[in-house]
């Protein structure tokens, strides 16, 4: 039986994927660490229990101080009251919920840096015209004492991130991934000064260290505008491919009762 509360979240977000509805429910009927015990029992299921049971809560702690990332929980210092209204919200795609924790590289204050913030996101595929509006846009963010949200994506993502960098900051990235993972590689330099500058990587859930000694859980949903949106004051959801639904982007921030901007792209004369 695990006797810390902390210690019965980091647990829970190496066993099991962020965002797990029925994780939620236990947590916050029976506290983190009366719903690891369950887990383990199996009130999950056979394949969950048996996950639980190969985790090591000291292979976790030695895997974080290897790594350089800390874990905050709610009530934490750095915890970004705006994740308080996770809580509250809808469901989208059967995942939702507050995060039983996060967990964070880099030296800036995630709760300070949240405080004046702004989500942009957009396609993958993004044109040239596109990625030159979201990195202006996050350079101009920054300028003006606002931290940029992106998920470190290729595209609009990646593009938000370098503008804010080349501005000096901040910028935090919401992986889908463990936060001692670069991901998508191609980014690994942007992802270094990620950790070392004035910004922060955070990830919901642990999965995905790439450390010997990690027992990998499901294949992590991409639940980060889930976190995006939830952590960051605005959205701003930036030009996607001629062809893409723009509504797609849009739907988390929509059913939150959340402020988005966009923009247009170029006009095109008529044929």
């Not at 980091?10 to 887990?39: H, P, R, T």
């Not at 874990?71 to 994740?83: H, Q, T, V």
């Not at 976190?227 to 849009?250: D, E, I, N, P, V």
Request: charged share 20%; aromatic share 4%.
């Amino acid at each position: 039986m695990i006797s810390s509360d902390r210690r019965a979240r980091m647990l829970l977000s190496y066993a099991m994927e962020g965002g797990d509805l029925a994780v939620a429910e236990l947590v916050q009927n029976l506290g983190a660490e009366g719903a690891w015990a369950k887990i383990i029992e199996g009130v999950l299921g056979a394949p969950a229990a048996e996950r639980a049971g190969r985790i090591r809560i000291d292979v976790v702690e030695r895997l974080a101080k290897t790594t350089a990332t800390r874990f905050i929980i709610p009530g934490s210092d750095e915890w970004p009251a705006g994740l308080d209204d996770l809580r509250h919200a809808e469901s989208v795609q059967r995942r939702g919920g507050e995060p039983v924790g996060l967990w964070l590289r880099g030296p800036g204050h995630l709760a300070h840096l949240m405080e004046r913030s702004v989500a942009i996101v957009g396609s993958r595929a993004a044109t040239a015209y596109g990625s030159g509006i979201a990195t202006d846009l996050a350079a101009d963010l920054v300028e003006q004492g606002v931290t940029v949200l992106s998920g470190g994506a290729f595209g609009i993502d990646v593009a938000a991130h370098r503008g804010a960098l080349t501005a000096g900051g901040p910028t935090v990235s919401v992986l889908a991934n463990g936060v001692d993972v670069a991901y998508p590689p191609g980014h690994a330099i942007a992802f270094r000064r990620l950790g070392q500058g004035a910004a922060i990587g955070l990830r919901a859930a642990a999965w995905g260290s790439s450390h010997a000694g990690a027992v990998p859980g499901p294949q992590p949903a991409d639940r980060r505008d889930v976190t995006r949106h939830g952590g960051g004051g605005g959205g701003a959801t930036l030009r996607r491919t001629q062809h893409s639904k723009l509504g797609a982007g849009l739907r988390t921030p929509r059913l939150w009762r959340f402020r988005v901007r966009c923009t247009p792209g170029p006009r095109r004369p008529r044929t």
